[in-house]
């Protein structure tokens, strides 16, 4: 069958964390993620990514529990998905904070909608929602700042609540390093971590929050001014809150403060921490030398790219459900 899915990786350039408690974050959209790359008519439904176990719905794990709930919510809005094996492709490393799971759910449920309805492009709306029941079975409360910004890609102005806000940015991509200093740890229990502080010391906690949800705002000011330098700033001083916070490690700090000393204007953690990715802003003429002192940190990856890969090929409907 001929119908392509994608699911974008992204990074969270401020406000992890701080956005599951109503702050504001800023999400921008890689152009690695999870792919599509055969849809063969099968027994069941079944989702195989390369060096992955194979997932089919109810299969008894967290991926089997969420692609039925994609299937359900498909299935729900428009009719049968044919069963088919879904031969997709992930270029991020799982659990980093790159979003690979969002990522997969994405470009599931993209691909369930086309194989539902072949007559016509899959609805945004329908993908948001079918990703957001997947994301529930692997993050609890997951605030959908990463699986919106996988559908929607570009770079994201995102404030959780009833409704959502969601801006999509008109910015140019920003060149940044992803670097992953250590294997990442479980979202859910990053989470629960900072729910822990929020309750056992709120007055220490939440402000550390609304820090994070300011930055953001700052951060925005200096993209849109296109002043890297001070988005730079912005960067340190929001490492410095999550490690307040707990979520970072020594790993990644000592990551940091080696891109920052090899010329990084700025340099944090991404995603839920625990270990993981960190983002580094660099000078192009720093960029090299910032990558270098990653890898001599003994990072498992090392990127150079740009951060807010536009897809135009989903776009919320206005007035859609
Ligand atoms: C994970 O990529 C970002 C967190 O803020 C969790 C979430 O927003 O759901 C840690």
Not at 22 to 37: C, F, I, K, M, N
Request: aromatic share 2%.
């Amino acid at each position: 069958m001929n119908i392509s899915a994608f699911g974008c990786g992204k990074v969270i350039l401020f406000g992890e964390h701080a956005v599951v408690h109503q702050h504001p974050a800023l999400a921008a959209a890689l152009d690695l993620g999870v792919s599509l790359t055969r849809a063969l008519p099968s027994a069941h439904l079944e989702v195989l990514v390369d060096g992955w176990t194979p997932t089919q719905p109810h299969d008894g794990t967290r991926l089997g529990e969420a692609l039925a709930r994609i299937q359900r919510t498909v299935t729900d809005a428009l009719g049968p998905i044919p069963p088919t094996t879904l031969h997709m492709r992930c270029d991020l490393p799982p659990g980093a904070g790159l979003g690979s799971s969002a990522a997969w759910a994405v470009a599931v449920a993209q691909a369930c909608c086309l194989l539902a309805n072949p007559h016509q492009p899959a609805p945004a709306h329908l993908i948001l929602q079918a990703a957001d029941a997947a994301e529930r079975v692997f993050h609890g409360n997951p605030s959908g700042v990463d699986h919106t910004t996988s559908a929607l890609g570009g770079v994201l102005w995102f404030q959780r609540g009833q409704p959502h806000t969601l801006q999509p940015l008109d910015i140019e991509p920003i060149p940044v390093i992803i670097a992953q200093i250590e294997p990442g740890a479980d979202t859910a229990l990053m989470v629960s971590r900072v729910q822990q502080l929020l309750d056992q010391a709120p007055r220490v906690a939440q402000p550390l929050l609304q820090t994070l949800g300011e930055l953001s705002r700052h951060a925005r000011a200096s993209l849109e001014a296109r002043d890297l330098d001070a988005l730079g700033r912005w960067m340190n001083i929001a490492h410095g809150a999550l490690t307040a916070l707990d979520v970072s490690t020594p790993a990644l700090d000592a990551a940091c403060h080696a891109a920052r000393r090899a010329g990084a204007s700025g340099a944090k953690l991404t995603g839920a921490g625990g270990g993981g990715c960190l983002l580094a802003l660099a000078p192009p003429e720093h960029t090299d030398a910032v990558a270098d002192a990653l890898r001599q940190q003994g990072a498992l990856l090392v990127s150079i790219t740009r951060a807010g890969h536009a897809r135009r090929d989903l776009a919320l409907t206005p007035g859609a459900p």
